[in-house]
């Protein structure tokens, strides 16, 4: 990591979206261009994730093609999960398009696996930023990240809505949401949504304990009850309606799923994902002007932080200890 005035200032930058797409990346996006236009500095943007990197297509960004995106999901540079990006093969075409182009500092706007690759370039000498983007939050050195807010927001309108209907006809509904191998957006979603279960990969339940919660909400006299499963968890919706299919009395209700799936990802972001993308695209090319390269952005409290770019693109620790919360309140 290279401090404020140890490193020469930018004159080309280049800005990438990589991996999973997430609300607030074009926010992030419009925010890196603005600002590197503002001090002066020439701007490209890489169609198509690392794959577009890797085959040299940029597009010259400026103040006016980035208009009109802030209040847009996805990316307008489009994303893609490159497995070349990988091997030294691919990272050094990557860097070879990137010195062809004039460019000499590359903003990486992504998750773990997209600033594993920023990393990667990084340790070549490339000059790298990492701006940290995943609906799953799952980065270690930022409390948020862009995209995370929204997706949660998605999850629990869709779970207050089937709420209604599991109320309506005294049913259960498993709700399946994504995070992959973490659980941030069953957890946080879950206990948003007042479910009486929730199930993720970091502190698995097994079949049987979701029939007891469901169960007792049957018990209890409740019209309805609600398990929110994370898709990476072992016991996924799939997994416990196939059990539940030939145990249906366990649960006393009827039992229906619902996979929210890739529509997490899509939609407008929310305001606070605005706002968040919006102050770190910026602070990456303030940071950049400023000579420092290595880092990786992201929120902490209410201030822009940089931390090491190799060290902090692990995936940070959930909280389990909120199943205990969430328990309580489900009674």
């Known amino acids: 990591?290279?401090?404020?005035?140890?490193?020469?200032?930018?004159?080309?930058?280049?800005?990438?979206?990589?991996?999973?797409?997430?609300?607030?990346?074009?926010?992030?996006?419009?925010?890196?261009?603005?600002?590197?236009?503002?001090?002066?500095?020439?701007?490209?943007?890489?169609?198509?994730?690392?794959?577009?990197?890797?085959?040299?297509?940029?597009?010259?960004?400026?103040?006016?093609?980035?208009?009109?995106?802030?209040?847009?999901?996805?990316?307008?540079?489009g994303s893609s999960r490159c497995a070349a990006m990988k091997q030294p093969s691919g990272q050094e075409q990557a860097i070879g398009q990137l010195r062809r182009a004039g460019v000499d500092t590359l903003v990486v706007i992504g998750g773990d696996g997209s600033q594993r690759g920023a990393a990667a370039l990084s340790r070549t000498g490339l000059r790298v930023i990492g701006v940290a983007s995943t609906i799953d939050n799952d980065l270690a050195g930022t409390d948020i990240s862009i995209g995370a807010t929204t997706a949660v927001e998605t999850a629990l309108d869709a779970i207050d809505k089937l709420r209604v209907t599991a109320s309506s006809h005294h049913r259960a509904f498993l709700v399946e949401v994504m995070g992959r191998n973490c659980g941030y957006l069953a957890l946080t979603a879950g206990i948003a949504g007042g479910a009486e279960a929730i199930v993720i990969p970091e502190a698995e339940m097994a079949s049987e304990e979701v029939a007891a919660a469901v169960r007792s909400a049957w018990e209890r006299g409740k019209s309805h009850a609600i398990v929110v499963v994370a898709e990476g968890a072992r016991n996924n919706a799939g997994v416990l309606l196939r059990h539940f299919e030939e145990h249906a009395q366990r649960l006393g209700f009827e039992l229906r799923a619902t996979r929210l799936g890739h529509v997490q990802r899509g939609g407008p972001p929310c305001a606070f994902d605005r706002v968040l993308a919006t102050r770190l695209g910026a602070a990456a090319i303030e940071y950049a002007v400023a000579g420092w390269h290595g880092v990786l952005l992201g929120m902490q409290g209410h201030a822009v932080v940089p931390g090491t770019l190799h060290t902090v693109a692990a995936r940070k620790p959930l909280d389990t200890t909120l199943l205990a919360l969430a328990d309580m309140l489900a009674a």
């Open 1 to 77: 990591m290279s401090a404020g005035g140890s490193a020469e200032a930018p004159r080309a930058v280049a800005v990438v979206t990589s991996g999973g797409d997430a609300p607030g990346m074009n926010a992030a996006i419009r925010a890196v261009v603005r600002a590197g236009c503002a001090h002066g500095l020439r701007m490209l943007g890489v169609r198509d994730g690392y794959s577009g990197l890797i085959d040299g297509n940029f597009v010259a960004l400026g103040p006016r093609e980035v208009g009109g995106i802030i209040e847009r999901g996805g990316t307008m540079l």
